[in-house]
């Protein structure tokens, strides 16, 4: 990730030679998208790249419960962690 971050039509490029039904424009803009809202906010700057906050963790397995109904409840820290990134900040 930290390379398509610095290398944008380079990713696209390789992108679209494996997956050819893609228009490069629009996965473009997806990408810097995706980078520029999930990847390159300060507070990513600061945890590093990959970094998934709990709080938006819990959300998501909370919605994943309310719409699938887990007949087992699922724990948070049965399925998330963060302690095995490694570290990339963006740059």
Do not use: C
Not at 17 to 31: D, G, S, T
Not at 69 to 83: F, M, R
Request: glycine share 4%.
């Amino acid at each position: 990730m930290d390379y398509a971050i610095n290398h944008r039509d380079e990713a696209i490029d390789m992108l679209v030679k494996y997956n050819p039904e893609l228009v490069w424009e629009e996965a473009r803009l997806i990408l810097d998208t995706t980078i520029d809202n999930l990847f390159l906010p300060d507070q990513y700057k600061e945890v590093g790249l990959g970094y998934v906050f709990e709080d938006k963790m819990q959300t998501t397995l909370d919605l994943v419960d309310e719409l699938i109904g887990l007949e087992n409840p699922v724990k948070l820290s049965d399925i998330y962690t963060n302690d095995l990134l490694p570290g990339i900040k963006p740059s």
